[in-house]
């Protein structure tokens, strides 16, 4: 019983131990809307207000001319609006990069579910063929 009560007390000690040390980071908090979704956003450290200011941005960026299906300057609406016909995107547009990360991930996890004839992979790789990086200029 003694050792028992003895580990305790050294277990409870030793746990005291970890919560010494350095004071919690400074932390940032922002409510984005973009995307159709609202986000809530935590950046740490020194820097947080500039990253947080840069992330949401970015965000806004992709939202309005990446990702948008509606904005009819976006490299998606574009794409969409192609009827399968190939769209020249430039060098560094990030659409195609995109297409190609989500098909890889569909890749590796198409085994481990079963998708419908008609599914986004099929769709993706629609996308990917239509959606070819060129030297041009003209976004995708």
Same mark, same amino acid.
């Given at each position: 019983?003694?050792?028992?009560? $003895?580990? =305790?007390?050294? %277990?409870?000690?030793?746990?005291? *131990?970890? @919560? ?5 980071? !400074? ?37 309005? $001319?990446? =990702?948008?299906? %509606?904005?009819?300057?976006?490299? *998606?609406? @574009? ?5 399968? !016909? ?42 990917? %063929? ?11």
């Amino acid at each position: 019983m003694k050792r028992q009560l $003895a580990a =305790l007390l050294l %277990t409870i000690f030793a746990l005291s *131990l970890t @919560a010494c040390g350095e004071t919690a980071t !400074e932390s940032e908090t922002r409510t984005v809307y973009a995307m159709d979704t609202v986000m809530n956003l935590t950046v740490y450290g020194e820097n947080a207000a500039a990253a947080l200011e840069s992330a949401e941005k970015e965000l806004h960026t992709l939202d309005e $001319a990446v =990702l948008s299906r %509606t904005a009819e300057g976006s490299e *998606l609406y @574009a794409l969409n609006a192609s009827n399968g !016909e190939t769209v020249e995107c430039g060098a560094d547009d990030i659409l195609p990069a995109l297409i190609e990360t989500a098909l890889t991930i569909s890749d590796a996890t198409r085994s481990t579910r079963r998708l419908p004839p008609c599914s986004m992979r099929g769709a993706l790789r629609r996308m990917s %063929t239509a959606c070819r990086p060129q030297t041009s200029s003209k976004n995708c």
